[in-house]
């Protein structure tokens, strides 16, 4: 009898065990809670639609990006358009902001930037077919809740000309299975080294279905935020191919 | 099927599982949501690191291991580093990087190895398989202190531990340990007895067979320290550690101390060895040719024989075999392999590690007990790394300047004060000491600017006037008849809430001096057990005497005087006792035979009386100085005739520091070994709080009482800040039950402070500063993730004023707001008008705080007010508010009137090009229209040197935002300019309106000719809220 109730006890653990989550398993529930891998897939692009909020400042801006790793963000401040990474599929320019001409991006930026612009519309969707890994770390409390925390190792990128692996960590809530948080490393600039995240809220359904974090706060680690929230969430927009060439004769 | 007896078990199995699962960090972090700990450093003195490691192919990574304050990592060749271990035991022994996977998998070796009173315990050894984002704990949980690391290159599996184990105790968990499989599994491959540990590990870089292993007899109490021994040695394998052997000839006769070992990567045949021994002739380093088949002795200078349980690390460096460096008081390196000795270059005294960079020999890097230096010029030159905050305090006190400062005592770093908040963030500069050698106890007098420091063991205890930069040194001295007085090496100080010149200090003694320092009485007897055996400093350090001090014993420890009654005083000492009088010192009492569970002689760490009741107190006592590092924290409300304990098992760690809520009775604050915990039940459960609080050891903890804020002196990360903890007081399960809940807003004061600051460069520590924002603070019961969350301040009436970003963590959220605005419209002109990025503050009054989260709105009131404290009376405020309300709408009406002179160019310029022939007519008009324009904005040039000359948009944004940002009165001179301004205006209108009466007919005759649209403007109201 008591070797009985051991085995049931112990058979109750193996399947508290099995219960486990694989990696494969949260992104497959992640895509369909969001509206399907199939609807993901067939997205040519996004245009975001929101106001960034600094200090009582809101200032508007357009972000578009494309499948093919084309894009834009417009904003508008005091009346004046201001174009920040935009990416023609060749050239990444800014708008500089002193002189309001445009200017380029260096090489290694660019080819980096090229690279992770290829994840769109998610580092998840066919990351197998990228040649990406993903491994399932284990439950983590993140914002307070339980999530399952993956890492995702996609292609190397350069910094200052040496190769640097390039691993992003997404912390997926437990219970909806979307992602709370994502954290990385900051490879250049002030930064560098301090760990960079973004936390997503604010989950809504688009008009083909899919559901997107309305808002992202962007900050380090341990420090605070800056949320950005979109007012509007377009897809598959168009825009004139001109708007990303880099400008010539400026 | 399973029957419901069954079942019942089977769920019972479960539910313990998940109640196991939920500890108390992941309590503490699904309640605390967003409240933060807000670092100030200091780093301009940093603290103490205990090993320094490199990637071994890219000379850009360095690792650093602090003594306290965890791992950090460099990416830019140690120009600046980042925490990597937060989460994790802060006490750093050894470090690891794989040689075979040196990006992503590193070992770290809980446990500073350097054995000096202070030192703190490990919990075991961790691995990154992920370049340090996450950590697995690999177990040897109970070493205590891990001395080396070493991965064969070979195979990356095999992993060797030199475990030095435990210090203060007899301990079977140490020796040689090596895993064959990444660390899942462990075997004990050499193994001395429960004294002795391995203090040194090295593996043939050309042959991983080949291992060399130092082992060292040692043990401290709280009142001695003994190095050396028979079982002292140094071994060789030549198998991978399937067999050892005493490599001892050459080596001196009789018993030996610590051992260190190296050998040099470019020759494995050449090996150092510095030796502790019996006679001091044969200390010294030695070295040997054939790979330890014998040694010579080559040099036994200070730099190489003092301290050796301090200071045992040799570097070779990694090109040249004569060239041999010895961590020591000031570091050594010998450039004729080993024979002759010089000091490193000027740094700060105490190193530990040293270690030269894998390309260049002439850069190394250097750990002390005041951080880790550069050295471009192989070591003649340093070069102090200035974003490494391990300062290691012992304690810390505040004052009540606003904003208030931190005072604390630096191991071996002296004395400090510096303030919470500062222009810009807390910068180096902005520290002061007030005290040298090691400081402890550093206590602002309560109404003069005097300030009491002191230095190890009371041997120079300062009154300090930071004023006149006048110090006397005011220490209780024997008086006649006196014995020795014993001051512990952290000698207590004390002062009193009733008489601001009342000093208090204790030796064996409690002392009371009632003229600062000037006259001193004892009003107590020896409060210890004055154990003769326990008092004989002098004998202390085994094969190397070491009678710093540190080992005093049967001292008093912490003083409290009741913030209650005067004549209460409590005294714990470091030998176990808790006294207290009742009669300002006639008489005392031994109270600590009354706690229950507390062995007996564990030394008493803090006392804190409460505010709640004359006779209720805490008391903490940590009993690792006898190998006990269970939690020990009780409390008494009759005076210590009866106490409970307060601590449960949710705390991992010893205590060093308990602190009590003013408000709510049952909220405390315990500062452990491994980090800060929170009780909101005074004592029944504890939740550790993890948000930007490292697991430190947190050895003194203050609640400000006017500011709320809970200020931690940590002992490895300088001075932690939780601001404003006055919501926890609030935690009720009733809060706790809701969905959400407002937490009542506390009356929020503008600040008026706009000067300058942040003089810091890019490589420099700055600390964080407090928020003066307003706070909006409410707890979710759940993370808001899916469905649209705002929140906005309204004002009375509904209208909105301000939009704020809502938090959506579980728990405790908060949100600041500045008391902005929205900055006005702003004319459209070529450039940017920098004023008008001015956002307008609110004026003092009542507020409404909306947040909705779907389809639930919740609100609360938020009162603004102006500093009570300013200077500037709220008449002139008024009238800023009058002017900048004016400017403000002034502004708007310029950009619409720019907007209408747009459109109508717009306009006239279609009519022209769709009707050539009306050009004649419409060209008057366009040339009026666009030379107003050029006198409204700026129409040529760029927002930096090529701008054009400022027109009226930026002469009236740049009025707009000078008074707008400041609390005074317009000035006569601002007010002038304003009426120039407003009279520009007038004429611009004029202008306008003018050239439309003469020829707006003809245009909208051209347009309506050419079918085009007439000029319709949007109304003011509607233009306001475009992005036009």
């Known amino acids: 009898m008591k070797r009985k109730l051991l085995m049931i006890a112990a058979g109750l653990l193996v399947s508290t065990a099995a219960m486990a989550q694989t990696a494969d398993e949260i992104i497959a529930k992640y895509f369909e809670n969001t509206g399907g891998l199939d609807k993901w897939k067939s997205l040519k692009g996004l245009k975001y639609s929101g106001k960034l909020n600094q200090g009582g400042m809101e200032i508007p801006f357009e972000n578009y990006v494309f499948k093919d790793g084309r894009q834009t963000t417009i904003y508008s401040l005091q009346g004046k358009t201001i174009r920040s990474n935009v990416f023609d599929g060749k050239d990444l320019w800014s708008d500089n902001y002193m002189t309001m001409k445009a200017e380029k991006s260096d090489a290694e930026t660019t080819e980096n930037f090229k690279q992770e612009a290829a994840d769109f519309p998610d580092a998840f969707v066919d990351y197998k077919a990228k040649g990406y890994k993903v491994e399932f770390l284990g439950k983590e409390t993140v914002e307070g809740s339980e999530t399952f925390k993956l890492k995702l190792t996609k292609k190397p990128i350069k910094v200052d000309g040496k190769e640097t692996e390039n691993v992003v960590y997404y912390y997926f809530d437990a219970t909806e299975y979307v992602p709370l948080v994502m954290e990385t490393e900051i490879k250049a600039g002030p930064g560098k080294g301090m760990v960079s995240q973004v936390k997503y809220s604010d989950y809504q359904e688009l008009s083909n279905g899919l559901i997107i974090a309305f808002t992202q706060a962007f900050g380090a680690k341990g420090g605070p935020s800056q949320p950005i929230t979109m007012t509007s969430i377009q897809i598959d927009p168009t825009l004139d191919a001109k708007e990303l060439a880099f400008p010539a004769g400026q | 099927m399973i029957k419901p007896k069954l079942m019942l078990i089977a769920f019972m199995l479960v539910a313990t599982l998940r109640l196991q699962a939920q500890d108390a960090t992941v309590k503490g972090k699904e309640l605390f949501g967003d409240m933060r700990a807000r670092h100030i450093g200091p780093a301009l003195m940093s603290g103490r690191v205990s090993d320094i490691e490199l990637h ?10 602090a003594a306290g304050g965890g791992v950090w990592k460099s990416t830019n060749g140690g120009a600046t580093f980042n925490p990597i271990f937060d989460e994790y035991c802060q006490s750093i022994g050894a470090i690891a990087v794989d040689p075979t996977n040196p990006d992503q998998v590193v070992w770290v070796g809980t446990g500073e190895p350097w054995t000096r009173n202070s030192v703190t315990v490990g919990d ?16 040897l949980e109970k ?88 079982n002292s040695a140094l071994y060789k394998s030549v198998d991978g550690g ?34 502790e021994s019996e006679q001091d002739k044969d200390k010294g380093l030695y070295r040997s040719d054939d790979a330890g088949a014998s040694w010579k002795f080559t040099n036994g200078d200070f730099g190489l024989v003092v301290r050796p349980f301090y200071f045992s690390r040799i570097t070779v460096d990694p090109k040249n075999p004569d060239v041999v460096v010895k961590a020591g008081l000031l570091g050594s390196i010998s450039r004729d392999g080993g024979n002759t000795f010089k000091n490193l270059g000027t740094m700060h005294a105490d190193i530990h590690d040293i270690v030269f960079d894998i390309n260049n020999s002439d850069r190394m890097y250097v750990a002390t007990d005041g951080g880790v230096y550069r050295s471009w010029d192989g070591g003649t030159t340093m ?27 630096l191991q071996d770093n002296g004395s400090w004060f510096g303030p919470s908040s500062s222009p810009g963030g807390v910068e180096a500069r902005d520290w002061q000491v007030v005290g040298v050698g090691d400081g402890y106890r550093v206590l602002r007098h309560p109404t003069k600017k005097i300030i009491y420091s002191e230095m190890q063991g009371a041997e120079n205890v300062w009154r300090y006037d930071p004023v006149k930069n006048e110090a006397k040194t005011i220490q209780p001295l024997a008086s006649k008849g006196d014995p020795k007085l014993r001051f512990n090496w952290n000698a207590p ?126 008391a903490v006592f940590t009993g690792y100085q006898h190998g006990d590092q269970k939690p020990y924290a009780y409390k008494t409300t009759d005076f210590g005739a009866t106490w409970k304990s307060v601590t449960s098992n949710d705390i991992v760690g010893f205590v060093r520091n308990i602190q009590e809520d003013y408000v709510n009775e049952n909220l405390l604050f315990l500062g452990t070994e491994f980090g800060l915990y929170i009780s909101v039940d005074g004592g029944t459960s504890w939740l550790k709080f993890t948000n930007n609080m490292p697991s430190v050891a947190v050895h003194f903890l203050d609640l400000h009482k006017k500011t709320n804020d809970l200020v931690m002196g940590t002992h490895g990360r300088g001075v932690i800040i939780l601001d404003d903890v006055s919501p926890l007081r609030q935690l009720t399960s009733e809060t ?33 500063n407090a928020s003066t924002n307003a706070k909006i603070v409410y707890y979710l019961k759940k993370r808001h993730t899916i469905g649209k969350m705002t929140a906005e301040i309204q004002d009375l009436n509904g209208n909105k004023i301000a939009d704020l970003d809502a938090g959506k963590a579980k728990g405790i959220n908060i949100i600041d707001w500045n008391f902005a605005t929205k900055p006005p419209k702003i004319a459209t002109g070529k450039t940017f008008a920098f004023g008008g990025f001015t956002a307008p503050r609110v004026p003092a009054g009542t507020y409404k705080v909306v947040i909705t989260k779907g389809k ?88 930096y040197v090529g701008m054009g000359e400022p027109q009226l948009r930026e002469d009236l944004s740049e009025l707009y935002s000078k008074v707008a940002s400041t609390f005074y009165k317009p000035s006569a001179a601002e007010l002038d300019n304003l009426s120039a301004i407003a009279e520009r205006m007038q004429t611009a209108k004029a202008t306008l309106k003018k050239a439309k009466e003469k020829h707006n007919a003809k245009l909208n005759e051209v347009l309506a000719k050419n079918k085009l649209e007439p000029i319709i403007l949007k109304p003011f109201e509607e233009f306001l809220k475009s992005s036009q």
């Open chain 2, 383 to 409: 070069e102090m790394v200035e974003n490494l905050p391990l300062s290691q305090f012992y304690q810390i006190s505040v004052d009540n300047e606003e904003p208030y400062n931190v005072y604390g005592g």
């Open chain 2, 56 to 65: 071994p192919k890219n000379d850009r990574v360095v690792y650093i291991g």
């Open chain 2, 856 to 943: 639930d709105v919740f609100t609360n009131d938020l009162i603004v007010q102006y500093d009570p404290k300013s200077n500037i009376p709220v008449a002139d405020k008024k009238a800023n508010e009058e002017v900048t309300k004016k400017l403000f709408d002034m502004t708007q009406d310029l950009a619409y009137l720019v907007y209408e002179v747009d459109e109508t160019i717009k306009a006239a310029e279609t009519a022209k090009s769709k009707s050539p022939s009306s050009a004649k007519a419409i060209n008057p008009f366009l040339n009026e229209l666009n030379k107003l324009k050029e006198t409204l904005v700026i129409t040529t040039g760029d927002n």
């Open chain 2, 143 to 230: 070493s205590e202190r891990i001395a080396g690391i070493q991965v064969n290159p070979k195979n990356p599996n095999e992993v060797y531990v030199a475990v030095l184990g435990a210090l203060w105790s007899d301990s079977e968990e140490r020796g040689l340990y090596k895993t064959t499989d990444g660390g899942k599994t462990w075997n004990k491959i050499l193994y001395i007895d429960k004294t002795t540990g391995c203090s040194d590990l090295i593996i043939d870089p050309k042959d991983p067979n080949v291992i060399y292993a130092a082992f060292w007899e040692f043990r401290r109490t709280a009142w001695s320290f003994n190095s050396g021994g028979s």
């Open chain 2, 493 to 618: 100080m004390a002062i009193s809430a009733f008489k601001p010149d009342r000093f208090y200090m204790g030796s064996q003694f409690v002392h009371r001096s009632e003229d600062m320092g000037d006259t001193w009485v004892k009003i107590s007897p020896d409060l210890t057990t004055n154990d003769p055996l326990k008092t004989e400093q002098g004998k202390s350090g085994g094969l190397s005497k070491d009678n710093s001090g540190a080992e005093n014993h049967c001292t008093v420890f912490t003083i409290a005087e009741s913030p209650l009654d005067e004549n209460i005083v409590w005294a714990g000492t470091d030998d176990g006792n808790v006294q207290v009088t009742k009669d300002g010192g006639k008489t005392w009492t031994n109270v600590v035979a009354n706690i229950p569970g507390l062995p007996k002689n564990t030394s008493c760490w803090h006392i804190e009386p409460s505010v709640f009741g004359k006779g209720t107190a805490y």
């Open chain 2, 124 to 139: 075991g050894i961790y691995k990154t398989n992920d370049g340090g984002s996450t950590w697995q704990k690999m177990g």
């Open chain 2, 736 to 768: 706790l039950a809701k969905d959400f809940h407002f937490f009542p807003i506390k009356p929020a004061i503008m600040n008026e402070s706009n000067g300058f600051g942040g003089t810091a460069t890019e490589t420099q520590f700055v600390g964080a």
């Open chain 2, 242 to 275: 399937k067999t050892w052997n005493k490599i001892h000839k050459g080596f001196p006769a009789g018993k030996l101390g610590r051992i260190a070992v190296a050998v040099a990567p470019s020759n494995s045949n050449i090996l150092y060895a510095v030796i």
